[in-house]
């Protein structure tokens, strides 16, 4: 079993910038494909990034790439996003997950419980 806890969401205004963290816990952190996904309001989850077990390979949905960064820490067994140029419609609960190379396809072992981003216009 591994726990995903997301912490460091908030609420920022248009153009701002913030920093999400996903901290894990039980089997091998490293192992892993670590990935960040959103759900807004009324719609479906979305990808928004993923990242190898290593860190060598990093993996954006083009409505975010250039504006958010995907990192990890395998020492702290946690994986960062770091959002700025936040927009309005960036407004979502973000979830960590864990998993194979599926994630990328949204398929996850586990999940955290997510983290509200509300970013104001």
């Known amino acids: 079993q591994v726990q995903l806890v997301e912490s460091g969401g908030g609420l920022v205004q248009a153009g701002g910038s913030l920093g999400l963290s996903c901290a894990t816990s039980?089997?091998?952190?490293?192992?892993?494909?670590m990935g960040w996904f959103r759900q807004a309001p009324g719609k479906e989850r979305e990808f928004v990034a993923a990242i190898s077990w290593r860190g060598a390979n990093t993996y954006y949905s083009d409505s975010v790439k250039a504006r958010f960064t995907i990192s990890r820490g395998n020492a702290k067994n946690t994986v960062y996003l770091r959002m700025t140029s936040l927009k309005p419609e960036d407004t979502a609960v973000y979830y960590c997950?864990?998993?194979?190379?599926?994630?990328?396809?949204?398929?996850?072992?586990?999940w955290g419980q997510g983290t509200q981003v509300t970013v104001s216009s």
């Open positions: 997950a864990a998993g194979g190379a599926e994630v990328l396809a949204g398929t996850a072992d586990y």
């Open positions: 039980g089997r091998t952190f490293s192992a892993y494909t």
